[in-house]
């Protein structure tokens, strides 16, 4: 189980943060293979999170892209560090690595919220589109190993969406499963049209020359 202290030189030293301090604390984590099978997830992590993380003081994001998780949680560091244990043990997330642990005088995000980032170009709408220009250095989504300066920046970017892409906004949903076959399908969209057409014809010749 890795644990902010001695992670990283650029990780601020727990030890050395004040106990009545605030830190803001920034992990990553791939979803489980069994857990992209349920759908559901999302919706119990969000439901816990937001009562327990309005009742201890606790504000972030909560970030899911590409099987990967990149959360940010801010408040009293007694407060983050109990609930950051109880994260990092929960069997629905695996390969957790801390980003960057720091005090911080003030906070970054107002409340708490799940952002999705569901990175499937051809859904988002034209409003959607313009927020993904902020969004495109940082894909396609693969935080493990980002430096406490590009963690940063992402979250700064991350902050200025009310409604980041996500497939909520285009009213559909379907599980992580599903997602993952939509990521190998998006960027290869012109391939697969393409293709399926020439299906379609050869499949109608067949017709034909079978009469
Ligand atoms: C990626 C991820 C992020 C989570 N974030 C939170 C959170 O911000 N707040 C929260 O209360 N639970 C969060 N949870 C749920 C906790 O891991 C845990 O299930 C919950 O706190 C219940 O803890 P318990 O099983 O020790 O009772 C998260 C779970 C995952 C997989």
Redesign the pocket.
Known sequence: MPLPLDYMDTVEKLSEIPEDSMIQLVYV?SMTFSSRLRASVFDE?EA??RN??EQHG?TGT?CYGNGQ?L?C?EGEKGEVLT?QK??F??K??KNVQILSLKNIHQRSFQD?RMRLLFLERWLWSPATKKQAVQLSPFLPFAPHGWTPQRTGQFITVINTFDNPPHIKAAGITYNAMGNMVKHFAAPHQAFLIVQGFLAILLLLGLYLLSY
Do not use: K
Request: net charge positive; no cysteine.
């Open positions: 984590s992590v816990h999170a327990y993380n606790i909560l998780f959360q949680l609930l109880r994260i043990a929960d629905r997330h708490w």
